[in-house]
């Protein structure tokens, strides 16, 4: 694998490295050992699959707050998403800061969130496919979110969402202590 740092500390675009032949090709997707080196979390606590019907669905901005919080490997195995990576850390240089990367099951390319980011998507194509690895279980009483059309952080999407949820359309405006 080849681990590519984006702007934001601790943030990272994974790239296969495929060994390719006549069949097709092999590659490794996940690998403790080259977590642990590269400093990343290599926990494995759940697995989680999260399948979208409609182009236009966003999910998030989620994270887990401490002590669960959570660091995430996330690919899309089936349609396109645009996955987006907050930093939420206090004490980060890149503190409400975002990037965003255009993950689909032809490119197969990955992104790992770390504890103290918030993570959400939008699908691009319709019957979207997201594969998480989560370090973390998932805590009801740890989950949080911020909007994601907050002005606080204006991440800018590539579409307007067409459909989300309730929840993810009423968080409140970010303060701080509500991120806690």
Same mark, same amino acid.
């Given at each position: 694998?080849i681990?590519?740092?984006?702007?934001?500390?601790?943030?990272f675009?994974?790239?296969?490295?495929?060994?390719?032949?006549?069949?097709?090709?092999?590659a490794?997707?996940w690998?403790?050992?080259?977590?642990?080196?590269?400093g990343?979390?290599?926990h494995?606590?759940?697995c989680?699959i999260?399948?979208?019907?409609?182009?236009?669905?966003? /999910?998030? =901005?989620? @994270?887990?707050?401490?002590p669960? +919080?959570e660091?995430? !490997?996330?690919r899309?195995?089936?349609?396109a998403?645009?996955?987006?990576?907050l930093?939420l850390?206090?004490?980060?240089?890149t503190?409400r800061?975002?990037?965003?990367?255009t993950?689909?099951?032809?490119n /197969?390319? =990955?992104? @790992?969130?770390?504890?103290?980011? +918030?993570?959400?998507? !939008?699908?691009?194509?319709d019957?979207?496919?997201?594969f998480?690895?989560?370090?973390?279980?998932?805590?009801?009483?740890a989950?949080?979110?911020?909007?994601?059309?907050d002005p606080?952080?204006?991440?800018?999407?590539?579409?307007?969402p067409?459909?989300l949820?309730?929840?993810d359309?009423?968080?409140?405006?970010?303060?701080?202590?509500?991120?806690r």
């Open positions: 694998m681990f590519q740092e984006t702007k934001i500390p601790g943030v675009e994974l790239h296969l490295e495929r060994k390719m032949d006549e069949r097709g090709f092999f490794r997707s690998c403790r050992d080259e977590f642990e080196t590269t990343l979390n290599a494995l606590a759940q989680s999260s399948y979208n019907v409609q182009k236009g669905t966003l /999910r998030g =901005m989620h @994270y887990q707050s401490a669960y +919080a660091s995430k !490997l996330v899309c195995t089936r349609g998403i645009y996955d987006v990576a930093d850390r206090a004490d980060s240089p503190f800061e975002w990037i965003g990367v993950l689909t099951a032809d /197969r390319e =990955m992104i @790992y969130i770390p504890e103290g980011c +918030a993570h959400g998507f !939008l699908t691009l194509e019957n979207s496919e997201v998480y690895q989560i370090s973390e279980f998932y805590r009801p009483e989950a949080r979110g911020v909007r994601w059309d606080a952080f204006g991440i800018v999407w590539p579409a307007e067409q459909l949820s309730e929840r359309r009423d968080y409140p405006d970010f303060t701080w202590d509500k991120v």
